[in-house]
């Protein structure tokens, strides 16, 4: 899915993996708690294309390995994301250290040429 980078976009992001993930939490292939990581973790990674990235965002959501997802987030910015100490009084900065904290695996692919990226996560299923 193509999402604007306008920072209404991680709302849409949320409600569209609810929605893609429902079927395979009806059936018992995904629990609902790997959702809420899902959820959670997509905010904080769409937020991060938004601000810093350019151009479009988009949002993938699949499932490897059975029960786990793996959420991707692509834009045509070419910064990293990155994961550093944060001062305590600090209002921003510490999403992608949620990431790599809750996630199974993340990482970030480049884009063939000169910008564009996509930062991924999954997490492991039940």
Known sequence: MVLPPNPRSVGIARWLITEWCAPWVASQEVDEDTVEAALLLASEVVTNAVVHGEGMVQLAVRRVNGASLRVEVSDD?????????????????RGMAMVEMLSSRWGTDLAVGPLGKTVWFELAGA
């Open 77 to 93: 910015g070419g910064g990293m994301p990155l994961i550093g100490a944060q001062r305590a009084e600090a209002e921003s900065g």
